[in-house]
Protein backbone atom coordinates (compact mmCIF):
# COMPACT_ATOMS: atom_id res chain seq x y z
CA UNK A 1 0.00 0.00 0.00
CA UNK A 2 0.96 3.49 -0.39
CA UNK A 3 1.83 5.50 2.84
CA UNK A 4 3.24 8.74 4.49
CA UNK A 5 4.35 8.72 8.26
CA UNK A 6 5.01 11.91 10.36
CA UNK A 7 4.77 12.95 13.89
CA UNK A 8 1.16 13.84 15.12
CA UNK A 9 2.62 16.49 17.12
CA UNK A 10 6.07 18.72 18.02
CA UNK A 11 6.71 21.52 20.38
CA UNK A 12 9.52 23.92 19.99
CA UNK A 13 10.49 27.18 21.36
CA UNK A 14 10.72 30.60 19.69
CA UNK A 15 14.17 31.57 17.76
CA UNK A 16 15.38 27.76 17.82
CA UNK A 17 15.30 25.48 15.17
CA UNK A 18 12.83 22.30 13.94
CA UNK A 19 12.97 19.45 12.38
CA UNK A 20 10.14 17.29 10.69
CA UNK A 21 10.55 14.28 9.48
CA UNK A 22 8.32 12.98 6.56
CA UNK A 23 8.66 9.16 5.84
CA UNK A 24 7.12 7.39 2.59
CA UNK A 25 6.11 4.13 0.58
CA UNK A 26 4.45 4.77 -2.42
CA UNK A 27 4.27 3.31 -5.98
CA UNK A 28 6.97 4.87 -7.81
CA UNK A 29 7.94 9.20 -7.24
CA UNK A 30 7.22 12.66 -8.86
CA UNK A 31 8.08 14.61 -6.21
CA UNK A 32 7.82 15.40 -2.29
CA UNK A 33 5.63 18.68 -1.33
CA UNK A 34 5.33 19.86 2.00
CA UNK A 35 2.82 22.83 2.50
CA UNK A 36 1.92 24.76 5.59
CA UNK A 37 -1.40 25.17 7.05
CA UNK A 38 -2.24 27.31 9.85
CA UNK A 39 -5.60 25.90 12.54
CA UNK A 40 -8.81 26.14 10.25
CA UNK A 41 -7.47 27.70 6.55
CA UNK A 42 -5.85 26.75 3.25
CA UNK A 43 -2.33 24.58 2.90
CA UNK A 44 -0.06 26.87 1.46
CA UNK A 45 2.87 26.06 -0.93
CA UNK A 46 6.29 25.76 0.96
CA UNK A 47 8.61 23.36 -0.99
CA UNK A 48 9.10 20.85 -3.66
CA UNK A 49 12.11 18.29 -3.98
CA UNK A 50 12.21 15.48 -6.64
CA UNK A 51 15.95 15.33 -6.62
CA UNK A 52 17.60 14.32 -4.07
CA UNK A 53 19.43 16.93 -1.29
CA UNK A 54 18.35 20.26 0.43
CA UNK A 55 16.51 22.95 -0.90
CA UNK A 56 17.12 26.16 1.03
CA UNK A 57 14.51 28.92 1.14
CA UNK A 58 14.85 31.83 3.32
CA UNK A 59 14.24 30.28 7.02
CA UNK A 60 12.87 27.11 5.64
CA UNK A 61 14.68 24.06 4.00
CA UNK A 62 13.59 20.65 2.69
CA UNK A 63 15.78 17.82 2.27
CA UNK A 64 15.53 14.71 0.35
CA UNK A 65 16.29 11.09 -0.04
CA UNK A 66 14.95 9.15 -2.41
CA UNK A 67 16.20 5.65 -1.96
CA UNK A 68 15.60 6.00 1.64
CA UNK A 69 11.98 7.43 1.42
CA UNK A 70 12.85 10.19 3.62
CA UNK A 71 12.41 13.98 4.06
CA UNK A 72 12.79 16.70 6.48
CA UNK A 73 11.18 20.02 6.90
CA UNK A 74 14.21 22.05 8.37
CA UNK A 75 12.60 25.34 10.42
CA UNK A 76 15.21 28.05 11.62
CA UNK A 77 14.78 30.64 13.70
CA UNK A 78 11.41 29.96 14.92
CA UNK A 79 8.39 32.74 15.12
CA UNK A 80 5.41 32.55 17.23
CA UNK A 81 3.65 32.77 13.39
CA UNK A 82 5.64 29.21 12.31
CA UNK A 83 2.70 27.70 15.26
CA UNK A 84 0.37 25.74 12.76
CA UNK A 85 0.37 22.03 10.72
CA UNK A 86 2.85 21.09 8.30
CA UNK A 87 1.73 18.75 5.84
CA UNK A 88 4.03 16.05 3.36
CA UNK A 89 2.55 14.62 0.43
CA UNK A 90 4.25 12.96 -2.08
CA UNK A 91 3.10 12.46 -6.23
CA UNK A 92 2.94 9.15 -7.42
CA UNK A 93 5.03 7.54 -9.75
CA UNK A 94 2.17 6.70 -12.18
CA UNK A 95 0.43 8.18 -15.13
CA UNK A 96 -2.11 9.34 -12.35
CA UNK A 97 0.39 11.85 -10.46
CA UNK A 98 -1.79 11.01 -7.77
CA UNK A 99 -1.39 13.20 -4.56
CA UNK A 100 -0.73 10.96 -1.27
CA UNK A 101 -0.99 12.83 1.88
CA UNK A 102 0.44 13.03 5.21
CA UNK A 103 -2.00 13.60 8.26
CA UNK A 104 0.16 16.62 9.02
CA UNK A 105 2.40 17.46 11.76
CA UNK A 106 1.04 19.93 14.07
CA UNK A 107 3.99 22.39 15.73
CA UNK A 108 3.61 24.30 18.73
CA UNK A 109 5.95 27.16 19.46
CA UNK A 110 6.55 28.10 23.00
CA UNK A 111 7.81 31.84 23.93
CA UNK B 1 -5.48 38.76 -7.69
CA UNK B 2 -4.92 34.88 -8.04
CA UNK B 3 -7.11 32.95 -5.89
CA UNK B 4 -9.53 30.02 -5.51
CA UNK B 5 -13.24 31.28 -3.85
CA UNK B 6 -14.83 28.71 -2.31
CA UNK B 7 -18.71 29.46 -0.66
CA UNK B 8 -20.06 28.73 2.13
CA UNK B 9 -16.83 28.86 4.28
CA UNK B 10 -19.40 27.43 7.00
CA UNK B 11 -22.81 25.12 6.64
CA UNK B 12 -24.98 23.34 8.69
CA UNK B 13 -27.58 21.35 7.34
CA UNK B 14 -29.90 18.38 7.89
CA UNK B 15 -29.41 14.75 6.55
CA UNK B 16 -30.76 14.46 3.19
CA UNK B 17 -30.56 18.03 2.22
CA UNK B 18 -29.57 18.49 -1.28
CA UNK B 19 -26.43 20.51 -1.34
CA UNK B 20 -23.66 22.26 -3.45
CA UNK B 21 -20.01 24.19 -2.66
CA UNK B 22 -19.20 25.99 -5.23
CA UNK B 23 -15.34 26.91 -6.12
CA UNK B 24 -14.07 29.12 -8.78
CA UNK B 25 -9.99 29.76 -9.93
CA UNK B 26 -9.56 33.30 -12.46
CA UNK B 27 -5.71 31.81 -12.87
CA UNK B 28 -6.95 29.71 -15.76
CA UNK B 29 -5.83 26.38 -14.60
CA UNK B 30 -6.96 23.21 -15.92
CA UNK B 31 -6.95 21.03 -13.49
CA UNK B 32 -9.31 21.19 -10.31
CA UNK B 33 -9.79 18.66 -7.30
CA UNK B 34 -12.07 18.27 -4.12
CA UNK B 35 -10.85 16.95 -0.89
CA UNK B 36 -11.92 16.33 2.62
CA UNK B 37 -9.86 16.73 5.96
CA UNK B 38 -10.47 14.86 8.65
CA UNK B 39 -8.75 14.81 12.21
CA UNK B 40 -6.27 12.46 12.24
CA UNK B 41 -6.02 11.64 8.37
CA UNK B 42 -4.43 13.66 5.66
CA UNK B 43 -6.30 15.37 2.73
CA UNK B 44 -8.43 12.58 1.09
CA UNK B 45 -9.33 13.49 -2.92
CA UNK B 46 -13.20 13.35 -3.47
CA UNK B 47 -13.21 14.03 -7.46
CA UNK B 48 -10.95 16.01 -9.60
CA UNK B 49 -11.01 17.36 -13.20
CA UNK B 50 -8.25 17.78 -15.45
CA UNK B 51 -10.31 19.77 -18.25
CA UNK B 52 -13.90 21.18 -18.67
CA UNK B 53 -15.97 18.50 -18.96
CA UNK B 54 -13.37 15.55 -17.90
CA UNK B 55 -13.78 14.18 -14.37
CA UNK B 56 -13.26 11.16 -12.40
CA UNK B 57 -13.37 9.84 -9.27
CA UNK B 58 -10.63 10.38 -6.49
CA UNK B 59 -10.15 7.83 -3.47
CA UNK B 60 -13.20 8.75 -1.37
CA UNK B 61 -16.34 9.71 -4.07
CA UNK B 62 -19.22 8.00 -2.72
CA UNK B 63 -21.69 10.16 -1.85
CA UNK B 64 -20.67 12.90 -3.63
CA UNK B 65 -21.01 14.73 -7.58
CA UNK B 66 -19.17 16.99 -9.45
CA UNK B 67 -19.86 18.72 -12.45
CA UNK B 68 -17.06 20.88 -14.72
CA UNK B 69 -18.72 22.83 -17.49
CA UNK B 70 -16.81 25.99 -17.45
CA UNK B 71 -12.77 26.08 -17.16
CA UNK B 72 -13.05 28.08 -13.77
CA UNK B 73 -16.43 26.38 -11.72
CA UNK B 74 -15.86 23.06 -10.23
CA UNK B 75 -19.04 22.28 -7.89
CA UNK B 76 -19.24 19.72 -5.26
CA UNK B 77 -22.81 18.49 -5.34
CA UNK B 78 -24.04 16.35 -1.88
CA UNK B 79 -27.47 15.12 -3.33
CA UNK B 80 -28.25 13.51 0.07
CA UNK B 81 -25.87 14.33 2.78
CA UNK B 82 -24.83 12.30 5.76
CA UNK B 83 -23.60 12.82 9.26
CA UNK B 84 -20.07 11.01 7.97
CA UNK B 85 -19.84 13.70 5.45
CA UNK B 86 -19.22 16.25 8.10
CA UNK B 87 -15.46 17.72 7.14
CA UNK B 88 -13.95 20.17 6.37
CA UNK B 89 -13.69 20.39 2.14
CA UNK B 90 -10.81 22.16 0.30
CA UNK B 91 -11.04 23.18 -3.74
CA UNK B 92 -7.77 23.22 -5.17
CA UNK B 93 -6.48 24.34 -8.70
CA UNK B 94 -2.94 24.03 -10.91
CA UNK B 95 -2.11 24.49 -14.71
CA UNK B 96 -1.98 20.88 -14.69
CA UNK B 97 -2.42 17.65 -12.90
CA UNK B 98 1.50 17.31 -13.18
CA UNK B 99 1.96 20.36 -11.65
CA UNK B 100 4.60 21.12 -8.51
CA UNK B 101 1.81 23.91 -6.93
CA UNK B 102 -1.73 23.56 -5.85
CA UNK B 103 -3.69 26.76 -5.18
CA UNK B 104 -6.35 25.48 -1.96
CA UNK B 105 -9.50 28.01 -1.50
CA UNK B 106 -10.13 28.39 1.95
CA UNK B 107 -12.30 25.68 2.75
CA UNK B 108 -15.74 24.77 3.92
CA UNK B 109 -16.36 23.60 7.37
CA UNK B 110 -19.52 21.46 6.42
CA UNK B 111 -21.90 19.74 9.34
CA UNK B 112 -24.80 17.26 8.87
CA UNK B 113 -27.32 16.80 11.70
Known amino acids: GQNIDQPTEMTATEGAIVQINCTYQTSGFNGLFWYQQHAGEAPTFLSY??LDGLEEKGRFSSFLSRSKGYSYLLLKELQMKDSASYLC????????????WGAGTKLIIKP | EAQVTQNPRYLITVTGKKLTVTCSQN?????MSWYRQDPGLGLRQIYYSMNVEVTDKGDVPEGYKVSRKEKRNFPLILESPSPNQTSLYFC????????????FGQGTRLTVV
Open chain 1, 49 to 50: NV
Open chain 2, 27 to 31: MNHEY
Open chain 1, 89 to 100: AVKSGDSNYQLI
Open chain 2, 92 to 103: ASSLQRASTEAF
